[in-house]
């Protein structure tokens, strides 16, 4: 018999998972001497979320550069000092039973702090925004090295999976979008060959047996922006250049016009991971108002998505997945509630 819930333990490659919850990337911009290391706030955070039963925890957007932060206060991992900090944040989430993910980008032309933020082409992001100096072909280059180095400082803080972030509206995305990348270069002549230089970059540092994430916007809520059959082509590009699982996200490229706005109900982007596992066969992640525990239980049920990831829920609640347990009853909770906590649980 199927048993596939929201408990129901998973094996991506290498990485084994005692359940299908993911705590989805979320910036804290709580560093605080612009240096992008981490800080208690982070350590807490992260670690929490894995006594609260998250079977992944996924670190925050880091980036590989400092011009490449949204702002001065967001994380970074571009040297020694950072990747120390972030291996105690990766020995608090094992000791606490879930496994450890970090999110490797590059904010691009939405890096809002940087003087002048950098872009496949000199296009800002609407009126508000700097306009970004496009990379030249040798820089390009360059960047996809940082992106390098980064996923090697991450796999030697030991985390256990590495997610890039394709999707937002930020570099990788931007290379990718036709709406923002209008170089006549070979990154302008193919769009995703930025992102899968990076991802084959990536591979090559990572063990062969440890899953790489990408996530992508499926679709674009703009004018003129590609739709979901845009999504899956991108999908299959990164999924052939090395990508292991696709995390399905949408829409971030420009604002967003009256008739382009995506829908706020519950479970609104599922519809895009499902149609990219169903085109191409592979594990996807779905995200987006996920945090109702039957909603999550019924997309892993279905075959909707391998993963949920979830976002605000857990801002609001550490110790979301036992209380989905606690609903749903797919585990006996002596085994996922922290003994010291067993009694909020009877
Ligand atoms: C405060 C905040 C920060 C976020 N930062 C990131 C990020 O660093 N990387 C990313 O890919 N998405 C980021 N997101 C988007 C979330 O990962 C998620 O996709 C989105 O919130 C929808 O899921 P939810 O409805 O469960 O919150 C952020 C969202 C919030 C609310």
């Given at each position: 018999?199927?048993?596939?819930?929201?408990?129901?333990?998973i094996k991506l490659k290498g990485l084994?998972l005692?359940?299908?919850?993911?705590?989805?990337?979320?910036?804290?911009?709580?560093?605080?001497?612009?240096?992008?290391?981490?800080?208690?706030?982070?350590?807490?955070?992260?670690?929490?979320?894995?006594?609260?039963?998250?079977?992944?925890?996924?670190?925050?957007?880091?980036?590989?550069?400092?011009?490449?932060?949204?702002?001065?206060?967001?994380?970074?991992?571009?040297?020694?000092?950072?990747?120390?900090?972030?291996?105690?944040?990766?020995?608090?989430?094992?000791?606490?039973?879930?496994?450890?993910a970090?999110?490797?980008?590059?904010?691009?032309?939405?890096?809002?702090?940087?003087?002048?933020?950098?872009?496949?082409?000199?296009?800002?992001?609407?009126?508000?925004?700097?306009?970004?100096?496009?990379?030249?072909?040798?820089?390009?280059?360059?960047?996809?090295?940082?992106?390098?180095?980064?996923?090697?400082?991450?796999?030697?803080?030991?985390?256990d999976t590495i997610e890039i972030?394709?999707?937002?509206?930020?570099?990788?995305?931007?290379?990718?979008?036709?709406?923002?990348?209008?170089?006549?270069?070979?990154?302008?002549?193919?769009?995703?060959?930025?992102?899968?230089?990076?991802i084959e970059?990536a591979r090559?540092?990572m063990p062969e047996e440890m899953p790489l994430i990408v996530r992508?916007?499926?679709?674009?809520?703009?004018?003129?922006?590609?739709?979901?059959?845009?999504?899956?082509?991108?999908a299959?590009?990164y999924y052939e250049a090395g990508a292991d699982i696709i995390d399905?996200?949408?829409?971030?490229?420009?604002?967003?016009?009256?008739?382009?706005?995506?829908?706020?109900?519950?479970?609104?982007?599922?519809?895009?991971?499902?149609?990219?596992k169903?085109?191409l066969n592979i594990p996807v992640i779905?995200?987006?108002?996920?945090?109702?525990?039957?909603?999550?239980?019924?997309?892993?049920?279905?075959?909707?998505?391998d993963l949920?990831?979830?976002?605000?829920?857990?801002?609001?609640?550490?110790?979301?997945?036992?209380?989905?347990?606690?609903?749903?009853?797919?585990?006996?909770?002596?085994?996922?509630?922290?003994?010291?906590?067993?009694?909020?649980?009877?």
């Open positions: 018999m199927k048993d596939d819930n929201l408990f129901s333990p084994e005692k359940n299908r919850i993911m705590m989805s990337p979320m910036c804290q911009y709580s560093v605080n001497k612009k240096d992008g290391i981490p800080t208690d706030w982070h350590y807490q955070h992260y670690i929490s979320r894995a006594v609260g039963g998250t079977g992944l925890v996924m670190v925050e957007m880091t980036n590989v550069e400092p011009d490449g932060r949204i702002t001065d206060f967001c994380l970074g991992l571009w040297n020694d000092e950072q990747k120390e900090k972030f291996k105690k944040i990766v020995e608090g989430i094992h000791t606490n039973g879930a496994k450890a970090i999110q490797i980008g590059h904010a691009g032309r939405k890096a809002e702090n940087a003087e002048t933020p950098v872009g496949p082409s000199a296009i800002p992001f609407d009126e508000t925004f700097k306009t970004p100096r496009a990379l030249e072909n040798e820089e390009v280059y360059n960047m996809i090295e940082k992106y390098r180095y980064s996923v090697r400082a991450a796999v030697e803080s030991g985390f972030h394709g999707a937002h509206g930020y570099l990788i995305h931007e290379f990718h979008s036709a709406r923002s990348n209008q170089r006549k270069d070979e990154f302008g002549q193919k769009l995703t060959l930025f992102g899968e230089k990076i970059a090559e540092e992508i916007s499926g679709t674009e809520f703009v004018a003129d922006g590609y739709g979901i059959d845009g999504g899956i082509e991108i299959k590009a399905v996200s949408a829409g971030g490229e420009g604002p967003i016009p009256p008739f382009g706005k995506p829908g706020t109900h519950a479970g609104y982007q599922v519809p895009y991971a499902r149609k990219i169903e085109a779905a995200v987006g108002r996920l945090d109702d525990f039957v909603l999550s239980n019924a997309v892993i049920g279905n075959d909707e998505a949920v990831a979830v976002g605000r829920g857990l801002l609001r609640n550490p110790y979301w997945a036992l209380e989905a347990n606690q609903q749903l009853r797919k585990v006996d909770k002596n085994e996922i509630v922290p003994h010291q906590y067993l009694a909020g649980f009877r």
